[in-house]
Nanobody, 122 residues
Framework: QVQLVESGGGSVQAGGSLRLSCVAS????????MGWFRQAPGKEREGVAI???????RYAPSVKGRFTISKDNSKNILYLQMNNLKPEDTSMYFC????????????????WGQGTQVTVSS
């Protein structure tokens, strides 16, 4: 059974930093692509960063240069380092897993964590 558990969210002021973590279990971690998504109230869930097998990484244009996705295969942990946070980054952040190839479309990801809230004040 695939399980994804996020942590690391919180409240920060604009310009601050947070690091999100996602501990994965129940599947062969290295055979799945991993991603971070976010969803603000009243808005659709959107892709933030994806790391594919072979460490091919894609970022949403709104976070490129500020966020860094990485993973530790030995510990089955996915990270999202978020720097220079802006109020518009305020959202619930979700970790997701998908076999083989990642996509930007949330509906195509079968496995999700429960989410961790990030709030950025101006």
């Amino acid at each position: 059974q695939v399980q994804l558990v996020e942590s690391g969210g919180g409240s920060v002021q604009a310009g601050g930093s947070l690091r999100l973590s996602c501990v994965a279990s129940g599947y062969t971690y290295s055979s799945y692509c991993m991603g971070w998504f976010r969803q603000a109230p009243g808005k659709e869930r959107e892709g933030v960063a994806i790391i594919n097998i072979g460490d091919i990484i894609r970022y949403a244009p709104s976070v490129k240069g500020r966020f860094t996705i990485s993973k530790d295969n030995s510990k089955n942990i996915l990270y999202l380092q978020m720097n220079n946070l802006k109020p518009e980054d305020t959202s619930m952040y979700f970790c997701a897993a998908r076999p083989l190839i990642g996509t930007e479309y949330p509906a195509q990801w079968p496995y999700w964590g429960q989410g961790t809230q990030v709030t950025v004040s101006s």
